[in-house]
């Protein structure tokens, strides 16, 4: 899989540029807030059709303009692909790949597959569950279409449900509504369980191997995948979890009712990992948890190969100027495979450690050079 170019229009402080990038490394330098990171959520735009950043469509689009542009031309499967996207004010989003209007935001995943790893991840064991299950949701939305299907439909019951709980206190009769949407939240919550223990078990061997290679062999880390309580096996058929739900939900109808709050299914759910056997996020050191962290990230990469056949394109973004020189050696010496973009700042100087083409950015100007 390659990113042979990019180009943005009123994208962010991007006005109108077109870069095209080097096949193996792009070094992206530049002083803060020139548009570094501007330019790696533009491909993870292009990779799953939404910002890694907000959820505003609006804070996407360059200052005094009406909408944005993005389009890359992308090399994966033998085939060249051209992806864009379109949005603005008072228009719907158009995203046609190769001229031809895409069905779904994640037919761009089909094309495109990024891991993208920047400073707040090295906080992922630290921060709450719901880091954790974006993690999973960003890697699974890129490999299975039907898990992004998925997830989509969820949320949007998830928030109709939420509504419904909200607003039955002056409306009573919504509570006869509630049992059709328990049952189609525990239908698709379901397939989320399955897929979501499918992937935390390859997962887990690769990021146990990471780990292993990072630490010197000192740590061993283990991942748990944790659900709702009534599961017994998230790896089971799909009727048998979707009665385990249904039943779980049952056990807290009332609990939801008095706070009106959604309090079960897989959107509480959490990935937990382990040091030795003990919870990290409770643990371990500062730099035991950016270990594991980086332990995950680069265990996703490998799970993307040995699904899809080639390597993702990686996104450091800033990231290595956070780690120690051991920490930085190690990641460096696994980037020997697959495309990789990596920002930093001028005083870093981690270009001089890369072999690539250096790119350089000023106030939403691009150079290479």
Do not use: W
Not at 308 to 321: K, N, Q, R, W
């Amino acid at each position: 899989m390659r990113l042979d170019a990019l180009c943005l229009e009123n994208f962010r402080n991007y006005a109108l540029q077109r870069i095209d990038f080097d096949p193996v490394c792009s070094v992206i330098c530049g002083e803060n807030a020139q548009g570094k990171t501007n330019l790696l959520e533009a491909m993870v735009c292009l990779s799953c059709g939404r910002s890694h950043r907000t959820r505003s469509e609006r804070e996407l689009i360059r200052f005094g303009e009406e909408g944005y542009r993005l389009e890359a031309s992308i090399h994966t499967r033998d085939r060249d692909f051209l992806s864009r996207i379109e949005a603005g004010y008072g228009r719907k989003k158009r995203i046609p790949i190769n001229k031809a209007p895409a069905r779904t935001a994640a037919e761009l995943s089909q094309i495109l597959n990024t891991v993208f790893f920047c400073p707040e991840d090295l906080q992922l064991i630290r921060d709450g569950p719901a880091a954790r299950r974006r993690f999973l949701d960003i890697s699974l939305c890129q490999l299975r279409p039907r898990y992004a299907a998925a997830l989509a439909e969820y949320q949007r019951l998830h928030e109709h449900k939420t509504r419904i709980l909200r607003d039955c206190g002056e409306r009573p009769d919504l509570i006869a509504t509630l049992p059709d949407f328990n049952l189609r939240m525990a239908e698709t919550g379901a397939v989320l369980i399955h897929y979501r223990a499918r992937f935390t078990g390859l997962l887990a061997s690769y990021a146990a191997t990471a780990h292993s290679e990072c630490s010197g062999g000192r740590e061993e880390l283990t991942l748990a995948y944790q659900t709702v309580k009534t599961v017994t096996d998230p790896l089971g058929g799909h009727q048998q979890l979707v009665g385990q739900l249904l039943a779980h939900q049952e056990e807290h109808r009332y609990a939801e009712l008095s706070s009106r709050q959604c309090l079960s299914g897989p959107h509480k759910d959490d990935l937990e990992v382990q040091l030795d056997g003990r919870c990290a996020r409770s643990y371990a050191s500062q730099g035991q948890t950016r270990t594991a962290a980086l332990s995950l990230k680069l265990a996703a990469r490998e799970i993307h190969r040995e699904i899809m056949g080639e390597y993702p394109i990686l996104l450091l973004d800033d990231v290595l100027s956070e780690l120690d020189p051991r920490r930085q050696e190690y990641v460096l010496n696994r980037l020997g495979s697959g495309q990789v973009f990596i920002t930093c700042c001028e005083e870093d100087r981690l270009h001089s450690l890369l072999k690539g083409t250096v790119y350089r950015v000023d106030g939403g100007a691009v150079t290479a050079g």
